[in-house]
C-alpha cells in the first residue's frame, strides 16, 4: 500500500505551501475565486505528479528501501530514487517550497494592514494570525530534522518530543482563550461583519450575546406548514387589524404568543406568516408600529414631554432600543431625521 499512498499524496504534499499562501491572500482581499495567473502556483503539485507517476520504461524502485529511510527521518531522509527525477527532488523540493511561501504569506499580511487594526474583537484578524503562526510552527517544526541530522542528534530525542508538545499545548491554550475566531472560518459559516453584540436580560443579569445567534434564533422561518393560500391571506389580515386596530405594540412586554393567544391560532402559523407573508420577524415588526406611533406623537407632545418619555409610551422599554429600531426603520437617528424633515 506504501506505493499507492506514497504517489498518490505526493502531490498534495507539495502543494500544501501554495494553497497556504492562497487562501492567505483570498481572505485578505476577501475573495473565494482564484485568479488565472495564480493556477501557476500549483505547478509544484504538477511537476511532483510527473515525478511519482509510473512511466513505462522507468527502473523499478525498491519499495522497502523508501519505507526504511521515510520511518528513518521522514522525506527529508528520503536519498533513493522514489520517481521520475533525482534521488534529493523530495528533500529539497519541499523544503524549497516552504522557504519560498511561508515568507510570501507574512509579507502579504503585513502589507494588508491588518496587523494594526485596533478592533479587539475582530475574529478575522485572530483567526488568519492563528492559522499563519501555527502554520509557521509546524512547517519550522518540519524543517528541524534537517538541523537535527546535521548535528547528529537522534530525531526522537526527548527534548524534540518536549518542545513539540509544548508547542501544541499553546495552540490548544490560545484557541481555547479565544474560541470565537473558529466561527465563520472553520466551524460554522458565517458573516462575521454582520455579528454585533446585544443585551440579554435574564436573572437579573445581563449577558452579551452575539447577534447571530439571536438572528438564528429569532429569524429562522419555521418549517412549512400545510396552510391553504386563503388561511395564509387570511392570518396576515387577522394580525395586522389586531395590531393597528387595538394597537398592542404599545405593550412594551408583547411577545408573539400574546399575538397568538389573542388571535386563537398556533403560535407557530403565527410565526410563518409574520416571516413568509409579511416578510419580517416579530421584534422588527412590532418594532416598526411603534416608531410610525413616535413619529405621529413627537409633533404633538415634544414640547412637553422627552423623546425617551414619547419612545416608552410608543411600547420602547429602553432609549438604546428606539434608537435601534429607528435607525433599522428609518437609516437615521431621530435627531438627523426631524433636521431633515425641516429642511
Known amino acids: ?30 475573495r473565494k475565486g482564484i485568479k488565472k495567473w495564480e493556477w501557476l502556483h500549483f505547478i509544484p503539485f504538477l511537476i511532483a505528479a510527473i515525478h511519482v507517476f509510473p512511466w513505462p520504461g522507468q527502473p523499478k524502485l525498491d519499495w522497502h528501501i523508501i519505507a526504511s529511510q521515510l520511518t528513518e527521518n521522514g522525506y ?11 534521488n534529493y527532488f523530495h528533500s529539497w523540493g519541499r523544503t524549497i517550497l516552504i522557504l519560498i511561501y511561508l515568507p510570501l504569506c507574512w509579507l502579504v499580511v503585513n502589507k494588508s494592514g491588518i496587523r494594526k487594526q485596533t478592533d479587539i474583537n475582530n475574529p478575522g484578524k485572530d483567526w488568519i494570525f492563528f492559522l499563519l503562526s501555527a502554520a509557521t510552527l509546524f512547517q519550522v517544526i518540519g524543517l528541524l530534522p534537517i538541523a537535527i541530522k546535521a548535528l547528529h542528534i537522534p530525531l526522537y530525542h526527548t527534548s524534540f518530543i518536549a518542545i513539540n508538545c509544548l508547542v501544541l499545548l499553546g495552540i490548544l491554550l490560545y484557541a481555547l482563550h479565544k474560541p470565537n475566531m473558529f466561527y465563520g472560518y472553520l466551524l460554522v459559516a458565517a458573516d462575521w461583519k454582520k455579528i454585533a453584540s446585544f443585551q ?6 445581563v449577558i452579551d450575546l452575539p447577534k447571530v445567534f439571536r438572528e438564528k434564533a429569532v429569524n429562522s422561518s419555521p418549517k412549512k406548514n400545510n396552510l391553504s393560500e386563503q388561511q395564509l391571506s ?29 388571535l386563537n391560532i398556533p403560535i407557530h402559523h403565527c410565526s410563518y406568516v409574520l416571516n413568509n407573508e409579511i416578510g419580517k420577524n416579530f421584534r422588527d415588526w412590532i418594532n416598526g408600529y411603534r416608531v410610525q406611533h413616535f413619529l405621529k406623537q413627537y409633533p404633538i407632545v415634544s414640547g412637553r414631554i422627552t423623546i425617551e418619555a414619547i419612545a416608552q409610551e410608543s411600547g420602547f422599554k429602553s432609549l438604546a432600543t428606539f434608537y435601534n429600531a429607528f435607525k433599522k426603520e428609518k437609516g437615521v437617528l431621530p435627531t438627523d431625521y426631524f433636521q431633515k424633515s425641516t429642511s
Do not use: R, W
Not at 527529508?76 to 533525482?86: A, Q, R
Open 234 to 262: 387570511s392570518y396576515s389580515t387577522m394580525i395586522k387589524d389586531a395590531m393597528e386596530n387595538d394597537q398592542l405594540y404599545l405593550k412594551a412586554d408583547l411577545q408573539i404568543i400574546d399575538l397568538a393567544t389573542k
Open 76 to 86: 527529508h531522509s528520503l536519498n533513493t530514487k522514489s520517481g521520475l527525477f533525482p
Open 200 to 205: 440579554l436580560v435574564t436573572e437579573g443579569q
Open 1 to 30: 500500500m506504501l506505493a499507492i499512498f506514497f504517489q498518490s499524496l505526493t502531490p498534495i504534499y507539495f502543494i500544501a505551501p501554495a494553497c497556504l499562501y492562497l487562501y492567505v491572500t483570498g481572505f485578505l482581499n476577501k
